[in-house]
């Protein structure tokens, strides 16, 4: 579905990444964890085109349009209502107005949105408008999904609440995954595999995982596998590894999490 | 009864009136000079004359159509050359000193020239209310399209949008929304324009009055003057925000 072999990107002078190589294969979650500012959301751009690498290669299984990309920030359009925000791509595909509005609201159902296609972005909480981007990502239907921190800033038990939603979907309709996430847990109860990118500058992949809890998942429940506690120490242990030796590189590991 | 009293607006009458009260008294009393501080009676007297005659009426439309002439033609040449500076670098390195320039003096001193140049008529004064609501809509719109969010650029590339797209729905929605906030202050600064214009030349208009009561030592008719482009300026105000909060309601 997706594979990355020998990726560097600079900054102008800065090198940001370097070598780095991971592989999505059809219908599989796949994470990539590191530290904030290490490169990850860099290497979702890079692999959408928003941002030229300066070596390496990334090879697509399917087509451009087939991808979907879901932003750290919820970026609708604020002018526009949530069901004209959903519709925006499909319209973009060719799709009548009228059948586009009705399938995004359809999508907004569900997403447990039903009824809030005419509001504006602004009249939504934090974690509706996030409904409505992946509403909006989904509609599309991407087989490959890329997300960038897509549940950062919400609350606990609405992004519980979300990611399961999420997973489900993604369960059912064998989307392949490709989550850039600083939450080992999340990363954990969500995927088939994880990656662990390096500190920066010159970020590289520092550890594959493969998770082995059986699908389909709850997010919770799946904390509960005895494999899950050996496996999150492990990849923390290897994480402060990294860490050792670099004084004052220590506040970059704050955004991480792990559950104690 | 006592809820009225809770109100700003009736807290706020309630001050005016006192003070057009003690005004009055004063006059009466003898302690302002008439001939610098005419009471509220006098100024309502010269007010009334002012629209009981009908003089005011072409004097009001002059104005009117200075004002909104260089507001209109202001707004669109404004968001043409601020556009046409964001889209492209050679018309930004050359427009950009110029309005640079114009920002930083104040603009109303090219008003005799622009008598110079177009007559005492009409046309002068649409130029200078012209000159400094362009101006301002240019830079709103210049610096407005150059920080459009990068994250609503970025979003509707990735759901396959392309340049016209990004025109329809990002540019143009962003453009409205910055202008229409500034849609106000353009209105003042079109009317400053023509009552300046008509101030230094004319032989029409709010500004010829006011001028011409100068030159007569009649404050009483100068104060009705100010108080009648208030109220007319209140009212645009009034109609511009009307027609920013319809067209923005996604703001809120």
Redesign the interface.
């Known amino acids: 579905m997706l594979r990355v072999t020998d990726l560097a990107l600079s900054y102008g002078a800065t090198p940001v990444l370097e070598g780095v190589g991971m592989e999505v294969e059809d219908g599989e979650f796949v994470s990539l964890v590191g530290p904030s500012g290490s490169g990850k959301s860099t290497i979702l751009r890079a692999i ?1 085109g ?1 941002q030229a690498p300066s070596a390496g290669k990334v090879e697509l299984g399917v087509a451009k ?1 087939k991808i979907g ?1 879901l ?1 750290q ?1 919820d ?6 209502r949530a069901a004209e925000n959903v519709a ?2 499909l319209r ?2 060719g799709m009548a107005k009228a059948d586009a509005l009705a399938r995004a609201e359809e999508w907004l159902g569900r997403l447990g949105l039903h009824g809030f296609g005419a509001r ?4 939504l909480s934090g974690g509706q408008r996030k409904r409505v981007a992946l509403a ?1 990502v989904l509609a ?1 239907e991407p087989q490959l999904l890329l997300m960038d921190e897509p549940f950062s800033a919400l609350d606990a038990i609405t992004r519980a609440r979300l990611s399961q939603d999420l997973l489900k979907l993604v369960e059912d309709h064998r989307l392949s995954v490709l989550l850039v996430t600083h939450d080992l847990e999340e990363a954990l109860a969500l995927s088939d595999n994880v990656y662990l990118l390096s500190r920066g500058p010159k970020a590289r992949i520092a550890g594959q995982y493969p998770v082995p809890i059986p699908r389909p998942r709850d997010i919770i429940k799946a904390r509960t596998h005895p494999e899950f506690g050996p496996l999150l120490e492990r990849i923390w242990q290897n994480l402060s590894r990294e860490v050792v030796g670099e004084p004052g590189k220590d506040e970059q590991w704050a955004g991480f999490s792990i559950g104690l | 009864m006592g809820r009225i009293f809770d109100r700003p607006l009736t807290r706020q009458l309630i001050g005016l009136a006192v003070l057009l009260i003690v005004w009055q008294a004063a006059a009466n009393a003898g302690w302002l000079n008439p001939l610098y501080m005419p009471s509220p009676v006098k100024i309502g007297a010269a007010l009334y004359a002012l629209f009981a005659g009908g003089t005011i009426w072409p004097h009001l439309a002059a104005t009117f159509a200075a004002a909104l002439g260089g507001l209109a033609i202001g707004v669109i040449v404004g968001v043409i050359l601020g556009a046409a500076a964001a889209i492209l670098p050679v018309i930004a390195e050359l427009l950009e000193p110029v309005m640079i320039l114009l920002n930083a003096v104040p603009r109303v001193v090219l008003a005799p020239l622009f008598v110079i140049w177009l007559g005492i008529g009409l046309a002068s004064k649409v130029a200078l209310s012209f000159l400094l609501v362009a101006v301002l809509i240019f830079f709103t719109v210049y610096t407005g399209i150059r920080q459009v969010d990068r994250k609503l650029v970025e979003r509707v590339i990735t759901l396959g949008g392309g340049r016209g797209t990004l025109l329809r729905e990002v540019y143009m929605p962003s453009v409205t929304a910055w202008v229409l906030g500034n849609l106000k202050v353009a209105v003042g600064f079109a009317f400053t324009g023509a009552v300046v214009g008509e101030f230094v030349a004319a032989t029409k208009g709010l500004g010829y009055l006011l001028s011409f009561a100068q030159s007569t030592y009649n404050a009483a008719l100068m104060l009705a003057l100010v108080l009648v482009i208030m109220v007319f300026v209140l009212l645009i105000f009034i109609a511009s925000e009307w027609l920013e909060k319809r067209l923005t309601r996604w703001r809120g």
Request: charge should be neutral.
């Open positions: 959408i928003l349009d990309f932003f920030d970026a609708l359009l604020p002018w526009r925006l791509g973009l595909r504006y972005p602004r009249e909006q599309l």
